[in-house]
């Protein structure tokens, strides 16, 4: 920040307003900022300098700078309630993550915030970036440090909570919750451990439900998710119609996930297929639904191939594809990766385009039997070695 500096007035804001260049206003509001008034009035006109500044930073991708705001601010926020302090760090953070390939930057500001929040005993607020910071960590593939912030933080706000009695406490503490109860979940689907997952997402739908938020719907999403990916497809519809779920839910988030319920149940790949079409923005553009229906759509393919392929010991691969309603060549690759991964024996004859189906070769119980024969007789040698020697001695 510059030595000097400008009044911390609306006309101060005006001015940055009208510059002629954002490095110009960039300018003139760190010498707002800088300004020692710290009466009511230069106080307001500050915290609003401090969102235009962050927004200009954000414009201008300068994240390192957004960065070094947040430490050159601490002295400020202590001269404001920590409601506003949390909400500017919150903005500054949110500014930080709208400039591309900052993921880096944002896991070290969040660690730097923690730390600062635990030295100053602001417990709401590290919560808060916690969460956030283990969303980034597992977006990072960092899952162990992630698993391990959140069970802190689970342990810690169920006890937190337990000890309040003031509502608006309790507020703030389920929101929390529900929060870490989401990432949680997130997390233990990308182990691909379903069951815990859905565990938590029930949680967080429980706590977001009683809250009237919207991440509510999120969570009863990625619950019905985990269902159909244990194959238990058949219980989304129940869950959907179910009193707590009622009319409130329903739309194209639940509607997306029963069509893919209903191909699942049926091990429909056009029906899949369709679902995918007709629920775009739910399904493929939703990051966590999209990762988890890749896979599932892969599994589903596969079993309709060992199906459709059982009967036969060659077959035309066109055949295959006429049967399972998908282009040739996309046939023939999975099932040359099938191979591959020993899911069948067989092999591709691509010039006849044909596939060839072997019997499963059955084990020699011989090899295995003579294997244990030798290793009895090695110990009864061994053994009768051992009494030799001790008679001889």
């Known amino acids: 920040m510059s030595t000097s500096h400008l009044p911390a007035t609306t006309y101060s804001l005006f001015q940055a307003a009208e510059a002629k260049t954002p490095s110009e206003a960039i300018s003139i509001l760190y010498q707002v900022l800088e300004n020692p008034s710290s009466s009511s009035e230069a106080l307001r006109i500050k915290e609003q300098a401090i969102i235009n500044l962050s927004d200009l930073l954000r414009q201008e991708g300068r994240a390192a700078e957004l960065q070094n705001l947040l430490t050159k601010l601490r002295p400020f926020f202590s001269l404001i309630p920590k409601a506003k302090t949390a909400k500017i760090v919150r903005g500054i953070i949110d500014a930080v993550a709208k400039i591309p390939g900052t993921s880096a930057l944002q896991i070290s500001l969040c660690k730097e915030i923690v730390q600062w929040t635990r030295t100053e005993?602001?417990?709401?607020?590290?919560?808060?970036?916690?969460?956030?910071?283990?969303?980034?960590?597992?977006?990072?593939?960092?899952?162990?440090?992630?698993?391990?912030?959140?069970?802190?933080?689970?342990?810690?706000?169920?006890l937190h909570s337990l000890r309040q009695e003031?509502?608006?406490?309790?507020?703030?503490?389920?929101?929390?919750?529900?929060?870490?109860?989401?990432?949680?979940?997130?997390?233990?689907?990308?182990?691909?451990?379903?069951?815990?997952?859905?565990?938590?997402?029930?949680?967080?739908?429980?706590?977001?439900?009683?809250?009237?938020?919207?991440?509510?719907?999120?969570?009863?999403?990625?619950?019905?998710?985990?269902?159909?990916?244990?194959n238990q497809a058949d219980d989304v519809a129940g869950i959907i119609s179910?009193?707590?779920?009622?009319?409130?839910?329903?739309?194209?988030?639940?509607?997306?996930?029963?069509?893919?319920?209903?191909?699942?149940?049926?091990?429909?790949?056009?029906?899949?297929?369709?679902?995918?079409?007709?629920?775009?923005?739910?399904?493929?553009?939703?990051?966590?639904v999209h990762r988890h229906l890749s896979s599932l759509y892969d599994t589903l393919l596969e079993q309709n191939l060992c199906r459709l392929i059982e009967?036969?010991?060659?077959?035309?691969?066109?055949?295959?594809?006429?049967?399972?309603?998908?282009?040739?060549?996309?046939?023939?690759k999975k099932l040359s990766q099938m191979i591959l991964d020993k899911k069948f024996a067989g092999t591709l004859d691509q010039g006849a385009g044909c596939l060839i189906i072997f019997d499963d070769p059955k084990t020699d119980a011989i090899y295995p039997a003579s294997l244990e024969t030798i290793s009895n007789m090695e110990k009864v040698v061994d053994s009768l070695y051992v009494r030799s020697a001790k008679i001889m001695a």
């Open 121 to 158: 005993k602001r417990t709401f607020l590290r919560h808060r970036i916690e969460a956030r910071l283990a969303a980034l960590l597992m977006d990072n593939k960092e899952y162990p440090e992630a698993l391990n912030l959140l069970s802190g933080l689970i342990k810690e706000q169920r």
């Open 311 to 332: 009967p036969f010991s060659r077959v035309e691969i066109a055949h295959i594809a006429e049967l399972i309603e998908l282009p040739v060549h996309n046939v023939e």
């Open 242 to 288: 179910s009193p707590k779920v009622g009319l409130q839910y329903q739309g194209p988030e639940l509607d997306a996930m029963k069509a893919v319920a209903d191909a699942h149940s049926k091990r429909a790949l056009r029906l899949f297929e369709i679902a995918l079409q007709n629920f775009k923005t739910q399904l493929e553009e939703d990051p966590i």
């Open 166 to 230: 003031q509502q608006p406490m309790l507020y703030m503490c389920s929101a929390q919750q529900g929060t870490i109860d989401l990432q949680s979940g997130i997390l233990h689907a990308e182990e691909k451990d379903y069951k815990t997952a859905y565990s938590y997402f029930f949680e967080a739908f429980e706590a977001f439900n009683a809250l009237d938020d919207a991440q509510a719907i999120y969570s009863l999403k990625y619950m019905l998710l985990c269902k159909i990916m244990v």
